[in-house]
């Protein structure tokens, strides 16, 4: 079967305009993304709309995807929430919206914003990029405001914070986690964090509950490459098995490195000799059953 004819689910897209800055001011020209492993962005500074994403991602066929939040301008992330749901009304996607919370309000003011984002129709989970701090009381009382309220949640680790993030998810058990950009290492050539990266990837696999997000190996890698791709991809699916793991493009950030097709043509290579229930799971079923909640 061609791979355009292959059901993609798509669990890790963003939506922006870098003509509105008050949104998303990583997008601005002087704008510095190198600590998160970003050389030059000029390829990711434009508009990236749901027409675009779609017209890029042809001829594979987008049955769904994933809007995860992409608002970083203070507060904005509510709003995003809110327009990404009006979207969803009009066209009929993104099919689930991951937004997020201002940690710094307390747990009280990310309650608030939880339950003010779970008003918007397709609201399924946040994640947080930056200010928790794993394997600390606070950390399990946060995320277990997202446990009570049935919402998933998109973990943010590196490797030297994975084996954390095990230990913090112990305490919330059932609580739906999702391993953002295949754990997201910024050094992928320093044998040492690879070395923390396997391993932490081993103690979140241990959990029934988490599931792996191949997205972000182009940001980390600069390549879009099955070869490039295959001892993250063999080792990361290896632990969790194809029906714990799925894609997200993580467009127009991995966009920096090649095209849509080509992205999900790299993944078809790799997944492909592990059958086509696999190849279903990955490209669809187990983002499906994660956002969506199917069997």
């Known amino acids: 079967m061609p ?11 963003h939506h922006w305009d870098p003509a509105n800055l008050q949104w998303y001011p990583h997008l601005a ?14 390829g990711m500074r434009r508009l990236f709309d749901q027409q675009t994403y779609l017209a890029e991602a042809r001829p594979w066929q987008v049955t ?8 970083g301008g ?6 995003e929430t809110d327009a990404l749901a009006a979207l969803a009304e009009r066209t009929g996607s993104p099919q689930a919206i991951v937004g997020t919370v201002d940690v710094t309000g307390g747990v009280a003011g990310v309650a608030a914003e939880l339950d003010r984002q779970l008003t918007a129709p397709g609201f399924r989970g946040i994640r947080i990029l930056a200010g928790v701090e794993y394997d600390t009381p606070r950390a399990v009382e946060l995320l ?5 309220r049935g919402l998933v949640y998109d973990l943010v680790v590196h490797p030297e914070t994975m084996h954390l993030a095990a230990r913090t998810l112990e305490a919330l058990p059932g609580l739906p986690v999702v391993v953002e950009h295949t754990g997201w290492p910024l050094h992928p050539h320093d044998a040492a964090e690879r070395a923390l990266w396997e391993r932490g990837m081993a103690a979140l696999a241990e959990r029934e509950d988490t599931v792996l997000k191949f997205s972000g190996l182009p940001m980390t890698l600069h390549e879009i490459s099955a070869a490039a791709f295959r001892p993250w991809f063999e080792y990361a699916v290896g632990a969790f098995g194809p ?4 894609i997200g493009s993580n467009f127009p950030v991995d966009g920096l490195h090649g095209t849509l097709p080509q992205l999900l043509d790299a993944y078809h290579e790799l997944a492909a000799p592990l059958g086509a229930d696999a190849v279903a799971d990955l490209f669809s079923g187990s983002a499906r059953r994660v956002y969506l909640g199917e069997k």
Not at 74 to 79: C, E
Not at 144 to 148: C, F, G, Q, S, Y
Not at 243 to 246: E, G, P, V
């Open 3 to 13: 791979e355009h004819d292959i059901e993609f689910f798509d669990a890790h897209v």
């Open 74 to 79: 203070p507060g904005t992330h509510l709003d």
């Open 64 to 71: 769904g995807y994933v809007h995860v939040s992409a608002a």
């Open 243 to 246: 029906a714990r793991a799925l």
């Open 29 to 42: 020209p002087d704008a510095d993304l190198s600590d998160i492993g970003l050389g030059d962005i000029a």
């Open 144 to 148: 277990r405001l997202v446990a009570e």
